[in-house]
Structure formats: structure tokens, C-alpha cells
């Protein structure tokens, strides 16, 4: 056994790309990658978001956004809409495309599911919560270290 594999950061790395690449597999027929699939999964269960929103909820920056969001209009699954009230705010909200892609990618979840090979939903809810932990402690180590 290596020195990596005692490592939490390396087993947690190892998970995120077996996961990304699983999502990858099973979005390459519509062209989707999983940054994408995640900003339609909010769309399709909160509706409507601003870009500061989606940007929030789905831990990604500006940067990282824009161009994301930009390639997802193109392919015509979102659009662009600014509030009346503050012109500053744009409005992401899912074409008609987006929600024939619900339907045609119902099967996602389920799958994701049993190749974890988590026994059932509790599990499931259980990796979540601890993985969230996780994630809240590293965040508050960055601000400790800084």
C-alpha cells in the first residue's frame, strides 16, 4: 500500500474524478459536461437564479461561471434575462430545451446512485453530511491560515 493511499485529500481526489468521469460518460451523448448538468439540476428544482446565485450555491467564481453559462446559451439551453428593477442583476432561466434535457436525463441520479454502491439512501445522506462537514472545516482552516 502507498503513502496516497492513507491519505483523506488523496481518497477524497480519487472519488471526485471517478465521479466526474462518471457524470461525463453518461452526459457525452447530449454534450453536456457536469458543470453544466449541475447548473441545470438548480434550474430544474429552484427555478430562475441569478448568475450571483448560481455562483453561490454551486461554489464557482465569475470567472469560472461566465464562460460556462455563455456556452450553455449558445447551445440554447438558458437564457439571459435582466431585472427590471436592478439592470445589474442577470437572471439565468432554462429554455424549453432545458426542460426536454429533465426529462431525457431523468435517468442521471439513479445511476450516479448505484455506482456508488452505497447500500441506500441513508448512506448516501450520511457520505453528504460528512462530506459537507468536511468541506465547512477546510474552508474555515483557509481563513484560519490567512
Not at 26 to 31: E, T
Not at 109 to 132: H, K, V
Request: glycine share 6%; net charge negative; charged share 25%.
Amino acid at each position: 500500500m502507498s503513502i496516497v493511499d492513507e491519505m483523506v485529500c488523496f481518497s477524497l481526489y480519487s472519488a471526485t474524478r471517478a465521479t466526474t468521469r462518471a457524470y461525463a460518460e453518461l452526459l457525452a451523448p447530449w454534450g453536456l459536461t457536469y458543470p453544466q448538468y449541475l447548473v441545470l439540476a438548480v434550474l430544474w428544482s429552484e427555478g430562475d437564479k441569478s448568475v450571483n446565485e448560481l455562483g453561490e450555491l454551486l461554489q464557482l467564481d465569475s470567472g469560472t461561471l461566465s464562460p460556462l453559462l455563455r456556452r450553455m446559451e449558445a447551445k440554447l439551453l438558458i437564457e439571459r434575462k435582466r431585472v427590471h428593477e436592478d439592470n445589474r442583476v442577470v437572471t439565468i432561466v432554462p429554455t424549453q430545451r432545458a426542460g426536454e434535457l429533465r426529462e431525457e436525463l431523468g435517468h442521471v441520479p439513479m445511476s450516479i446512485a448505484c455506482a456508488t454502491g452505497l447500500p441506500d439512501a441513508a448512506s448516501a445522506r450520511e457520505l453528504i453530511d460528512t462530506l459537507q462537514k468536511l468541506t465547512k472545516a477546510m474552508g474555515q482552516l483557509g481563513k484560519i491560515n490567512s
